[in-house]
């Protein structure tokens, strides 16, 4: 039978607080429940005391129910455990993903920088919304917004990819959180992934290629090198980058790829082991790229085959890589007019 203490407060009122046992724990203690009760306005004084009792022990009934429930379907417990949490979704994402995922040590620096950027747009557009009250259409409003509202500092909108890595950064934050035990259901689970728009691949022609390789010779030998590495080796920007002299087999006519320059967000170079274990691999160049290459070390002083003025690696930016050409821009046009 549960226990009923009536307490007289300050300003006149009546309140009474029940006590039940509902069950008892592993080690024999008493598991209670409490509830605090006051009557309705207007209740009878001579009668507040039994209706208190009758509301106890309907209560009663109520929570020894509940604690049975329970017993038979922990899931229960949990789920009120997680609705009554009130973590921020971006203290969620700055205390918990952050250290815990990102920051665990088995993703490159280069994923963490760009995690990092994009959650830029997150934060604004989730501020002050709790975890575990994010639904699917909250969601939908904010790839919504991405694709129609958002718009970056030179005032582009973003392109279809960037959408999709943001899509996809969600699915790896929320992921996390029902890994943690943080929400009962991933909001992600019913959000289709954006689609990719199919762009037309602007190629040279057989011919254009013809005259782009007959007008390489009148730009600097770095140039001339980089242009004959890329197209003859099918290396990627980042992957010649990385190249240092040490790498480049002169004899056999090998590079061998083992590092990778990336650049996130206009942050500095960083030097990293290429993404997949595939990339790791000897590359076979031409013999055109190994002379413009023997020449290019002549005047070298560093251990990196593409370097800037400071004889540091240069920016995996298209901007970098531009600066190989000649620094007169005039000139350059001349050499490489409108193809």
């Known amino acids: 039978m549960a226990s009923v203490q009536k307490k007289i407060l300050k300003d006149g009122s009546v309140s009474y607080k ?36 009758r509301t106890a022990k309907q209560w009663e009934f109520e929570a020894k129910q509940a604690y049975e429930l329970d017993l038979l379907n922990p899931e229960r417990v949990q789920e009120r455990a997680v609705a009554a949490d009130k973590t921020l979704f971006n203290d969620f994402i700055r205390d918990y993903w952050i250290p815990l995922f990102l920051e665990n040590g088995e993703h490159k620096q280069s994923t963490v920088s760009f995690y990092k950027d994009s959650l830029k747009r997150i934060y604004p557009f989730f501020e002050g919304m709790r975890l575990n009250s994010i639904k699917a259409a909250d969601i939908e409003r904010y790839l919504k917004y991405l694709r129609t509202e958002y718009k970056t500092k030179s005032g582009k909108a973003l392109g279809d990819k960037t959408i999709k890595h943001s899509y996809c950064l969600l699915v790896s934050i929320f992921q996390f959180a029902a890994k943690q035990d943080m929400i009962i259901k991933n909001p992600m689970d019913k959000v289709d992934c954006p689609k990719l728009a199919r762009k037309r691949v602007n190629a040279f022609t057989q011919e254009q290629a013809k005259q782009f390789i007959s007008l390489l010779p009148q730009m600097d030998i770095e140039f001339q090198a980089m242009m004959y590495l890329l197209i003859t080796s099918g290396l990627r920007r980042g992957e010649m980058l990385g190249l240092q002299w040490r790498d480049i087999d002169f004899d056999n006519r090998i590079a061998s790829i083992n590092r990778c320059v990336v650049c996130v967000c206009n942050s500095k170079p960083i030097i990293d082991t290429p993404k997949t274990a595939e990339s790791l691999r000897d590359v076979p160049i031409t013999e055109k790229a190994v002379e413009l290459l023997k020449e290019l070390k002549k005047q070298s002083t560093t251990e990196w085959v593409f370097c800037n003025a400071k004889g540091d690696i240069k920016s995996p930016s298209a901007r970098g890589i531009r600066e190989a050409r000649h620094s007169r821009k005039t000139q350059t046009q001349k050499v490489f007019p409108v193809i």
């Open 18 to 53: 029940f006590f039940v046992c509902v069950g008892r724990d592993e080690k024999g203690k008493q598991i209670t429940k409490t509830k605090t009760w006051k009557a309705p306005n207007g209740t009878n004084p001579a009668r507040m005391d039994k209706l208190a009792e």
